[in-house]
């Protein structure tokens, strides 16, 4: 019954979001002109012939997977749902301003802040909450400072915590001398600092003449904890900005060395260096097959560095442009065809082996299914012959809350009839109902393969293997993104991979009108990641306030051409 | 401003520590005098940074500076002097993780993070195992929240000992006041009752205890989840364990307790004496096993309870040995005891929330003390409504009882005008069927099979049963009376 609730949740979610979906895409009516669905009465796969037919659709939805999607239809429900989350943001905010508005406006002495004090009402960490409402509100220092004075008036001496929070008020307002000074008073008073205390003090001391003296607290932080790539990140900065390189490569190669994954400003601080000064070429190309290798897409910040120092390098005739790509995978603005998102053979086995062990057995076979169900379906699949498409019975049948469900579902096996088609389901819809017509189910199972497992068996596992059991031409239908099933995967390697082939191979079904033409989102055919083919190097990055979700990929490039 | 500074670091190297009070006040004097004074013609800017905007020129901000670097230099003399006595010892201990981590703890306790005032040896080791910053932080606010529990305990108990201490002084004030024989000693009151002592409740309850050991209806804990769990969670089964225990012992007809699977040096062992003690443990009414359920009990008798089944447990049924797994998993992981149940294909059950309540969000799984009070309930009262009242209500939007009481009241009086005493129960079962064929079609076939395997004699139990709670629960027995 539980899953039962979650595929209902799951579709009524989603039955929303294509309608929705629709106003905001105007803009991106002239970009999809070429889009067209997935046709499949004709051909089995549409993109080797994607030059051919380009007019039949003026406005299509962008994929699911495309950047900013999640977030656009979150804003949406959000707004249909009503304001129920404003109101706690509104009651945190009234806290949050209150406390601002006890923070005096100018420098006050040790009288008037005594004075403050004995008027206030909670006079319970009253210095503690001042700065802490400094840092908030980003006051100007010199309140601080008199805070400070009153305190080390009345008590004589000051309290660690609120050293640390004027240091973070420093580091943060980048007043750089002030950080030296408390860095040689926290020193003297205390023994050993905290990590927080650390962090702050290299990334302070870092902007400062005494950047060297960071490298040595680095040190110190190491001995109690493990740095984060944040704390390399700002000694690097440190280095760069101080003119010293080979220091900044040797601590960025200690950085990968940990297993860390840099910072993105990191990179962008050291691109930028490299456009004044002709080194570390190689190394600096290894940070965008590094970025390839681990599918990171760098900021629009970071992208304008990369193509500053391409087209900063001297003997050669880098030029940069930033641009977006055609549905067929055209670069638009060097014509160059991008990498296709086909999976290897070898990665297909690969990834078929990991379905298998990790997605459906797991750690243990009776959690998704049983033994005998596993069996009864691989042999199930060898005896077929290679599906061309695989539907997700349920999902599918969800989608529209109008219809019967069964006749959804027989629609879209009708519109895919021709191909071999595998219908995966639950045992629930053999026993007819309301919901599950007799007759429809009859001819289903006339034009398709089927496959029902278990009622508290999962399903989606075995429409995954079965996809990847048919090879590359077999695509499958569900709105299901899969994550759940994706993230069963055991290294992000293979996650990555996953997730290139469903970006291929998934067709998502848009809005489902009963008797209406079918339509599905087209499926990409090139894949998303930093490319080089020796002129070229194409980076995709994300735009500046584009908030994309893990599972979305950035749809703007960086062309780079090399015209000699 | 020059001049006051200089007289500041004179002041710092001629006085000895000594008078430092003089010292402290010093600068503060000197500001408040500036203030005064309208007569400052040198220029502050040199004392003061350049990033430090200054619009009120006759406050010195820096002034805390100086202070604290004052204090240093008194602090450093101190220092000396105590590392004279243990400096040897700090340098050797400061290397081993154990150390480290004190140290880690002390200065996110001075930075303000939320961390334990105390920290025992095995916390500290337990806390350089741990390899990220924020597992170690997660871990030491867990360790301060359970610290501050603790503590506000114990500051609760004192404060009740003092008021009844504060009211006995009172009392025996009172007492010889009026007679004057009273010789300090708590006076026994004067009764015709017998006093009842707290161990003859306990003697009361251990008796009730051997008694359901040998009479009671089986209950099942599936001990067999440690690879689930970590070491947090294992702590959390055995809490709830031991409060299910004590809910059961004080119940009116207890279950007999199994714990099945029970590994001789498991982590669910180890724990449980732990908490325990052997000697507790040794003598706890509870039926602890190594062997699986399926082989003590028959298998067709065996009922595993999981969230995750699809099977809706409609009427309690006296004959069935219920299984529950004792597992808390904190971030959710479901189907794990469903799996257990299919992999020993025993039928499952899950309890009838969504037919009783407003549930919309949030994973249905509860805790293992309120299983045992919801099933303790519905065994002795057969009512969901009631048992239900025990899952915990900020997880529900209440009950929709008030349309299924009118459904039930209406089947009843159309159907069934009236009954002859022994049939009591299968009658009851009955109207649970009926209600629920009105509402979903699909579960209640579950329950024409449960109520369908009674046999004669579990019948002949369960209106015995019925019989002896009769007394206890008038509520119950009125309806009874109003239905005849």
Redesign the interface.
Known sequence: ????IIINSRTSLKHLCPLLRRPPYHQHTLQNLNNHPYCTKRERRPSEHHATKHTERTSFPKSVFAAGNARRTAEILKKRSGSGQDQVNTGSQKVRTALIAEIPD??L??SEWRDLKSRISRPERFE?RMIEGMLSADT???IA??L??Y???EN???P??LL?KYLALCVSGG????VS?VYD?MK???K??????YSLFVKGLSQTERWREALIILEDLK????P?SRNYGDAVTGAVLHGDRETAWSLYGELMDQGLTPNQETWRCLFESGVSQRAHTDQLLAILNYMRENQIYPEEKLSRSIKAWFESLPDENWRGTFTSVDPRGVCQSCGTQLESIQLTDDEYVQLKHRVMEDVIEGQ?V???T?PEELESFKSFVKKRPAFDVIIDGLNVANITPKCVKSETLLAVVSELQGLNILVLGRKHMQHPSRNWNRHDMNQIKQKAHCFFTE??SEDDPFLLYAALHSGNHCNFVSRDLMRDHKACLPDSATRRLFFKWQRGHQLVLNNFIPGKKIRFQRTSVYDTVVQNSGRTWHVPYDENGGERSTYEVPQRWLCLCNDV | MLLRVHTVSVMRRFLSPAC?LVK?HAP?LF??CS?LTPSRSLSTGSVL????????PE???????S???S??SQ??KQKEDREAETGGEEAAGGGSPVE?SR??VD??R????QVPDDVTEEQLETLAEL???SS?RKYLRYLAIKEGHKKANREKKEKRKTERSVELVKEETGLEDAEEEGEGEPKLKNTFLMQFWTRSADRLLGWRAAQAMLYGQPLVYDMSYDQHMSRREMENTISQLMETEGWNRRSVDSFHLHFCNLQPDGAYQRELLRRYGQEAWDRLFVTATHQRHVDLFPREDLVYLT????N?LRTFDHTKVYIIGAMVDRSIQ???S???A??LKLSTA?LPL?EYLHWEIGA?NLTLDQMIRILMTVKETGSWEKALEFVPKRKHDGFHHHRSKDTVERTEKNNQPSFKEGERNPIFLSKQRQKHTNRSDVASKQTVGLSENLSGQSRLRIALKSKLEEGRKVERKRNWWEED
Request: aromatic fraction near 6%; proline fraction near 2%.
């Open positions: 019954m539980g899953s039962f100018r420098v002495s040790t503690l100007d220092i010199s400072k008199s400070l004075n305190v080390a008036a004589k001496t000051l660690y915590e640390l007043h750089h001398s002030e000074d008073i003297s008073c205390y050993t600092l905290d990590t927080g205390a001995k109690v904890i493990a984060s243990d009776f959690n998704k049983t009622n508290i | 430092t402290y503060n500001t408040s203030a940074r350049k990033d430090a905007p200054q619009q009120k406050l010195d901000l820096d002034v805390w500076k202070v604290m670097r204090q240093v602090d450093d480290r140290t880690l200065m996110w001075q930075a303000g993070k390899t990220t910053k170690k969230a995750d089944s699809p809706v479901s189907g794990a469903l799996a257990n299919k992999r899950r969504d249905k």
